[in-house]
């Protein structure tokens, strides 16, 4: 049997200024949904502000809320880069969230089938 497919979003735009973090979650969610592919989704730099309790002040902040539960949901993995300058602390966070370093980020990488950019 093959091994189930696996797709990683790495997203490091700022949602504040961008709308490619909420599009990221979106379709991540989508794919998600299908159950026919592992879905992650690492949030970086200033990407971690996706996080944040109060989305609605983001570029499309309504995709945060609406889309990252169904992603937990499904079992995938959300996580943040614990290199960000200021990850969103438990207390304020939107959704559980794990904190990785850069060597777990390469693994979760390098055993990705796919692995997408925003």
């Not at 970086?44 to 945060?64: H, K, M, Y």
Request: proline share 8%; charged share 20%; net charge negative.
């Amino acid at each position: 049997m093959t091994p189930r497919p696996s797709v990683l979003f790495v997203v490091d735009s700022d949602p504040n200024s961008s709308h490619r973090p909420a599009e990221a979650t979106r379709i991540a969610a989508g794919i998600a949904a299908w159950g026919q592919a592992d879905v992650s989704i690492c949030f970086c730099g200033p990407a971690t502000a996706a996080l944040t309790s109060w989305p609605e002040d983001l570029i499309d902040g309504d995709n945060f809320e609406r889309f990252l539960p169904s992603i937990a949901k499904s079992g995938g993995l959300i996580a943040t880069s614990n290199t960000a300058a200021s990850p969103p602390s438990d207390k304020h966070a939107l959704i559980e969230h794990k904190s990785i370093d850069a060597a777990e980020l390469a693994q979760l990488s390098a055993r990705a089938t796919q692995l997408l950019r925003f």
